[in-house]
């Protein structure tokens, strides 16, 4: 199958996704994980419309385009936001994602933000810093549909308020958690971190 | 069928407790996670606000918004009651109640007064409380026929076609093609009236269902027989308890006469401005949280529980009978649509007017004249600020229609205060699943809030709120970018 992606053609097998043969940014997507579609930072532009690129599949003669103005800003726009209301500090990918995309935050203004949120250390192996929670619910699918089949996350609140929490906000030992460690690995921005790593 | 639902089995728990809510969870064969994750969700399970609670309308937001807070515990959101405004509703333990005439109304027993509703074809010329009085109006006509085998399925998807009926919940989908693709589809299959009516400045599919239930039960049984629909569900606001009151009543009527072809059921709504969005509303049909699934795949192929669904609006359905009574070619010549009128007008209404009646034509209706005002907020909060008298009322026209919202604004009305209301709407009803839409309702509240001009900023707002997941976010902008540009122009 073959199709045009920023006016290259490329080759493509039957049922790829768009992310296997345009370069866009990710940041909710993962390969062992169900979430798809929420970020939007992979968003592309495929025959003039907006589409997820982790979520859209190929198809013969597609037009794609991953780097028109419209798109750039969209990044932009969403990376400065995230960097106002999230605390970043542990994640890389996105204060690289930030540079390369020319990101001024500042230029918000006000906005309200989740980085008030107090560390929660209820297990003696990793914490969970919602401070830094962009709320991907990788850990939550990871932990549930995604990987493990415990439930032992789900989502709390709505918007911006939105973040995991534990069934009947229990501390993670009175809940079905096993300790397996995935949730910790598929998190983005180091919100839940491993206490093996923190100092002090 | 598919399994029990979280939601009625949560609500028949109510106030709940932890032992409750596993309870609900065990029943629906749900983890307790999903569970929590839904009463964490939905306003009623988190708990309601208490005492005097003014409606947030955009009316209310036009007449002096700070004083008639003043005088209330909290707010309320939109709620079909715009041509009262301002309204204010009471929740204590006893029950729910809107402040009317000076007392203190059930919302069980409030239904929209009567004489709001001006129209001929879609509004009765009397409330119509039984089935003898709907026959005696010439209702059930197409029913009966079906009954007698004088229907076929493919009869009722012509003469929707030949009408060109389009969907009336506001994205203006050719009801044929998707009556037909569900019928396409492999059994089992289901009808989903969607009665979640929630948009700001809209209140027409209230007073339909509280004073003409009997039309929208024939049109859905016309759809869901058509569709070889296994069950047809009436998704309703749960606000609407009066409406709820009437349409089981009136499901009841009809089945005991034989007259119901398909089972209908009724479904209270999550209570969230989201649920009127399809897959949202499916979402929370299946006892999850109220999030709008990615598309495709669309309902019509994978809906509820999976099978294909047609989801379709109130009024829209409310036509069928009504095409099938006049034919097409007679319907299509004076395309019936409702239209909610409120604010600065005379008479604030339900006016059903032909499709195409010019924007300030229809003002006048109302008692409103276009040189008085301000602006018009179009469709809702999901709407524009206009100042086009001549646009024609039509759908596929430069501006939208949505629903059908007409918020009329006088010359003395603030309107960054009006958008200000709109702004704090969307935040508040933003689910949180993607991205931009709760971050850039929370960013559009602090820019409104300084009243911020600079096109560029605005620019980009738009730009990010357009890759939003769903029609929520990829509207929310509408307004703020509309009311900039009716200032431009004054």
């Given at each position: 199958?073959?199709?045009?992606?920023?006016?290259?053609?490329?080759?493509?097998?039957?049922?790829?996704?768009?992310?296997?043969?345009?370069?866009?940014?990710?940041?909710?997507?993962?390969?062992?994980?169900?979430?798809?579609?929420?970020?939007?930072?992979?968003l592309?532009e495929a025959d003039g419309r907006l589409v997820?690129?982790?979520?859209?599949?190929?198809?013969?003669?597609?037009?794609?385009?991953?780097?028109t103005e419209g798109l750039?800003t969209l990044?932009?726009?969403?990376?400065?936001?995230?960097?106002?209301?999230?605390?970043?500090?542990?994640?890389?990918?996105?204060?690289?994602?930030?540079?390369?995309?020319?990101?001024?935050?500042?230029?918000?203004?006000?906005?309200?933000?989740?980085?008030?949120?107090?560390?929660?250390?209820?297990?003696?192996?990793?914490?969970?810093?919602?401070?830094?929670?962009?709320?991907?619910?990788?850990?939550?699918?990871?932990?549930?549909?995604?990987?493990?089949?415990?439930?032992?996350?789900?989502?709390?609140?709505?918007?911006?308020?939105?973040?995991?929490?534990?069934?009947?906000?229990?501390?993670?030992?009175?809940?079905?958690?096993?300790?397996?460690?995935?949730?910790?690995?598929?998190?983005?921005?180091?919100?839940?971190?491993?206490?093996?790593?923190?100092?002090? | 069928?598919?399994?029990?639902?979280?939601?009625?089995?949560?609500?028949?728990?109510?106030?709940?407790?932890?032992?409750?809510?596993?309870?609900?969870?065990?029943?629906?064969?749900?983890?307790?996670?999903?569970?929590?994750?839904?009463?964490?969700?939905?306003?009623?399970?988190?708990?309601?606000?208490?005492?005097?609670?003014?409606?947030?309308d955009p009316v209310?937001r036009a007449?002096?918004?700070?004083?008639?807070?003043?005088?209330?515990?909290?707010?309320?959101?939109p709620?079909?009651?715009e041509?009262?405004?301002?309204?204010?509703?009471?929740?204590?333990?006893?029950?729910?109640?809107?402040?009317?005439?000076?007392?203190?109304?059930?919302?069980?027993?409030?239904?929209?007064?009567?004489?709001?509703?001006?129209g001929?074809?879609l509004?009765?010329?009397?409330?119509?409380?039984?089935?003898?009085?709907?026959?005696?109006?010439?209702?059930?006509?197409?029913?009966?026929?079906?009954?007698?085998?004088?229907?076929?399925?493919?009869?009722?998807?012509?003469?929707?076609e030949?009408a060109g009926l389009l969907g009336r919940g506001g994205a203006a989908f050719p009801t044929h093609l998707k009556?037909?693709?569900?019928?396409?589809?492999?059994?089992?299959?289901?009808?989903?009236?969607n009665?979640?009516e929630s948009e700001p400045g809209n209140f027409k599919d209230?007073?339909?269902?509280?004073?003409?239930?009997?039309?929208?039960?024939?049109?859905?049984?016309?759809?869901?027989?058509?569709?070889?629909?296994?069950?047809?569900?009436?998704?309703?606001?749960?606000?609407?308890?009066?409406?709820?009151?009437?349409?089981?009543?009136?499901?009841?009527?009809?089945?005991?006469?034989?007259?119901?072809?398909?089972?209908?059921?009724?479904?209270?709504?999550?209570?969230?401005y989201?649920?009127g969005e399809e897959?949202?509303?499916?979402?929370?049909?299946?006892?999850?949280?109220?999030?709008?699934?990615?598309k495709?795949?669309?309902?019509?192929?994978?809906?509820?529980?999976?099978?294909?669904?047609?989801?379709?609006n109130?009024e829209t359905?409310?036509n069928?009978?009504?095409?099938?009574?006049?034919?097409?070619?007679?319907w299509r010549a004076r395309e019936p649509k409702l239209f909610s009128l409120s604010g600065d007008v005379?008479?604030p209404?339900l006016y059903e007017l032909p499709l195409g009646t010019p924007l300030g034509e229809a003002l006048r209706r109302a008692?409103g004249e276009p040189g008085e005002l301000k602006a018009v907020l179009l469709g809702g909060a999901a709407g524009v600020f206009t100042r086009d008298w001549a646009l024609p009322l039509r759908y596929r026209e430069k501006l939208p229609l949505g629903a059908g919202a007409l918020v009329a604004f006088g010359e003395?009305v603030d309107l960054w205060?009006v958008l200000l209301g709109l702004a704090?709407f969307f935040?508040?009803?933003?689910?949180?699943?993607?991205?931009p839409c709760?971050?850039g309702t929370?960013?559009q509240?602090?820019m409104v809030?300084?009243r911020e001009r600079n096109p560029s900023l605005v620019a980009d707002l738009v730009a990010t709120m357009k890759g939003s997941l769903c029609g929520l976010g990829q509207s929310a902008f509408w307004a703020y970018q509309s009311l900039l540009e009716v200032e431009g122009a004054a």
């Amino acid at each position: 199958m073959r199709l045009r992606v920023n006016g290259k053609e490329v080759e493509a097998r039957p049922g790829a996704l768009l992310l296997e043969v345009a370069e866009v940014p990710t940041l909710c997507h993962h390969p062992h994980t169900e979430t798809r579609g929420l970020c939007r930072l992979c968003l592309v532009e495929a025959d003039g419309r907006l589409v997820p690129a982790c979520a859209t599949e190929a198809r013969e003669g597609m037009e794609v385009r991953t780097e028109t103005e419209g798109l750039r800003t969209l990044r932009k726009t969403l990376l400065e936001w995230l960097a106002l209301t999230t605390d970043l500090a542990q994640a890389p990918d996105l204060l690289a994602l930030m540079e390369r995309y020319g990101a001024e935050p500042e230029r918000w203004g006000e906005v309200p933000r989740r980085r008030g949120r107090e560390v929660l250390k209820d297990n003696p192996f990793y914490l969970r810093d919602y401070a830094k929670c962009v709320n991907c619910r990788r850990c939550v699918d990871a932990c549930g549909d995604g990987i493990m089949g415990v439930y032992a996350l789900t989502l709390e609140g709505r918007g911006l308020l939105a973040h995991p929490t534990t069934p009947l906000d229990r501390p993670l030992p009175e809940t079905p958690c096993v300790f397996c460690g995935n949730c910790v690995q598929v998190c983005p921005t180091g919100a839940l971190r491993p206490l093996s790593l923190e100092v002090g | 069928m598919g399994k029990p639902s979280l939601l009625p089995l949560l609500d028949e728990r109510l106030p709940l407790t932890e032992e409750k809510v596993a309870e609900a969870a065990r029943l629906a064969g749900v983890p307790l996670a999903q569970a929590w994750g839904v009463v964490r969700y939905y306003p009623r399970y988190r708990g309601l606000p208490q005492g005097r609670l003014l409606v947030d309308d955009p009316v209310a937001r036009a007449r002096g918004f700070a004083g008639l807070r003043a005088k209330a515990d909290g707010t309320y959101p939109p709620l079909g009651l715009e041509a009262l405004a301002p309204s204010y509703l009471r929740f204590t333990p006893k029950g729910r109640f809107v402040e009317w005439e000076g007392r203190l109304v059930p919302f069980a027993e409030f239904r929209l007064p009567f004489a709001l509703g001006h129209g001929e074809r879609l509004l009765p010329p009397e409330p119509v409380e039984s089935l003898a009085q709907y026959r005696s109006l010439g209702g059930l006509k197409a029913l009966e026929a079906l009954q007698k085998g004088h229907l076929t399925p493919e009869a009722l998807f012509q003469a929707v076609e030949e009408a060109g009926l389009l969907g009336r919940g506001g994205a203006a989908f050719p009801t044929h093609l998707k009556l037909r693709a569900v019928a396409r589809g492999e059994p089992p299959r289901y009808l989903v009236v969607n009665a979640d009516e929630s948009e700001p400045g809209n209140f027409k599919d209230r007073f339909l269902l509280e004073h003409h239930p009997f039309l929208v039960l024939e049109g859905a049984l016309l759809a869901a027989w058509a569709i070889g629909a296994e069950r047809a569900y009436l998704y309703v606001r749960e606000e609407f308890e009066a409406a709820i009151r009437g349409l089981e009543k009136a499901i009841g009527e009809l089945e005991e006469a034989g007259l119901a072809p398909v089972p209908l059921e009724v479904f209270r709504s999550g209570g969230l401005y989201i649920c009127g969005e399809e897959t949202a509303l499916l979402e929370s049909m299946e006892g999850r949280r109220a999030e709008p699934r990615l598309k495709p795949p669309f309902p019509v192929e994978r809906g509820l529980w999976g099978r294909p669904t047609l989801v379709q609006n109130v009024e829209t359905l409310a036509n069928l009978p009504l095409i099938l009574r006049e034919g097409p070619a007679a319907w299509r010549a004076r395309e019936p649509k409702l239209f909610s009128l409120s604010g600065d007008v005379e008479r604030p209404g339900l006016y059903e007017l032909p499709l195409g009646t010019p924007l300030g034509e229809a003002l006048r209706r109302a008692g409103g004249e276009p040189g008085e005002l301000k602006a018009v907020l179009l469709g809702g909060a999901a709407g524009v600020f206009t100042r086009d008298w001549a646009l024609p009322l039509r759908y596929r026209e430069k501006l939208p229609l949505g629903a059908g919202a007409l918020v009329a604004f006088g010359e003395g009305v603030d309107l960054w205060e009006v958008l200000l209301g709109l702004a704090h709407f969307f935040q508040e009803e933003s689910c949180g699943k993607c991205f931009p839409c709760p971050l850039g309702t929370a960013v559009q509240v602090e820019m409104v809030k300084r009243r911020e001009r600079n096109p560029s900023l605005v620019a980009d707002l738009v730009a990010t709120m357009k890759g939003s997941l769903c029609g929520l976010g990829q509207s929310a902008f509408w307004a703020y970018q509309s009311l900039l540009e009716v200032e431009g122009a004054a």
